[in-house]
């Protein structure tokens, strides 16, 4: 790791993961597999017991390993969503105009409240869930004291009613836990730390091949009770319009900064900070731009 950064696996995430990644494609993973290892052997066990309880257990858990005694395999993953709704700070969510959606909140992971830049610092999804979940619930309950419910949009409402019912009734011959397992490995691999205009094509044909599939899915339960698998077929569903917001943007923004890491434009671009927005418009991803407003401290 030194030869990367004097701070070691002490340095912020993307640095980290990047070489990670590059020992990997370089082949030099531990013995060729695409992962290496994090030694915390030279800690004593007190150590690890008393301050990092979690971590020993996790190894423990997912890789069988004490890290007491042996190095943990590791490897870079998606654990986070940089990115998401758009809100102002009082938690109500923008439209694409940048107003504000009458009696429509978020707060959490799921927002783009403008916090994190390109490459969340760790813990700070804290102040999102906790701070600006805290300020949504006061700035809900305000807004609904005495005020009339927003209705929904009835046509949405029916639209969303009969595919549900034509989902559950699926029998088709595509299994959805393969196709949720192509989309995780194609987003890994393509869209996942180092990122290429080449690559992203072919995720993005690739999504639309997996999106077609998905809908020759076969469900094993069709019933109305505890249905789990109709929860991930939902679920499928928004995974791959996130994968294809996540590629689209990836296609878009011709620059490396933070998380975001396109080999064939390594550089910062110097247009300005700006943030990626994607709607979905007549069935077309449509790409739009906000600058990012810095108040106090100018980013380097
Ligand atoms: C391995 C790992 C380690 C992390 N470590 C840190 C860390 O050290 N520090 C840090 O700050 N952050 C960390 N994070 C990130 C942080 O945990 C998350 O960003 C945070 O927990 C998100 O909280 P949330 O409440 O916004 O979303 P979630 O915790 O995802 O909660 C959303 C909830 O909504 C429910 N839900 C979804 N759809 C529906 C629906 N249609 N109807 C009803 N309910 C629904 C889900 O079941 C879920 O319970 C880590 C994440 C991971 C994966």
């Not at 009339?148 to 009835?154: I, Q």
């Not at 690739?206 to 789990?228: A, C, M, P, Q, Y």
Request: proline share 3%; net charge positive; glycine share 8%.
């Amino acid at each position: 790791m030194h030869r990367y950064d004097e701070r070691m696996e002490m340095a912020s995430r993307d640095v980290v993961s990047k070489a990670i990644q590059q020992e990997i494609n370089s082949g030099r993973g531990i013995k060729q597999n695409d992962y290496v290892y994090l030694d915390l052997t030279k800690l004593d066990r007190a150590v690890i017991e008393g301050k990092l309880p979690q971590v020993r257990q996790i190894a423990l858990d997912f890789a069988g390993v004490d890290c007491c005694e042996r190095p943990i395999p590791v490897k870079p993953t998606a654990h986070y969503s940089m990115g998401g709704i758009p809100t102002d700070k009082t938690t109500k969510v923008l439209d694409r105009q940048g107003k504000p959606i009458r009696g429509l909140y978020a707060a959490g992971e799921c927002t783009c409240l403008s916090i994190h830049g390109a490459n969340r610092v760790g813990g700070n999804s804290m102040l999102e869930t906790l701070v600006f979940g805290k300020i949504a619930g006061k700035e809900m309950a305000t807004y609904n004291f005495g005020v009339s419910p927003v209705m929904m949009a009835e046509e949405q409402v029916k639209e969303t009613v009969i595919w549900l019912s034509n989902l559950k009734k699926k029998n088709g011959p595509e299994k959805l836990f393969a196709i949720r397992g192509e989309l995780v490995t194609l987003m890994d691999k393509k869209a996942g730390v180092f990122r290429d205009q080449r690559g992203l094509y072919g995720a993005r044909d690739k999504i639309k091949e997996l999106r077609h599939r998905s809908e020759n899915i076969g469900l094993t339960d069709h019933g109305d009770i505890f249905n789990t698998e109709l929860i991930e077929a939902i679920e499928l569903r928004n995974m791959l319009d996130v994968a294809e917001a996540v590629v689209h943007s990836a296609l878009a923004r011709k620059e490396s900064r933070g998380a975001h890491n396109r080999t064939d434009y390594p550089s910062k671009s110097r247009d300005g900070l700006n943030h990626t927005l994607v709607y979905r418009e007549g069935g077309q991803l449509q790409i739009d731009q906000k600058n990012v407003v810095v108040k106090n401290i100018q980013p380097k």
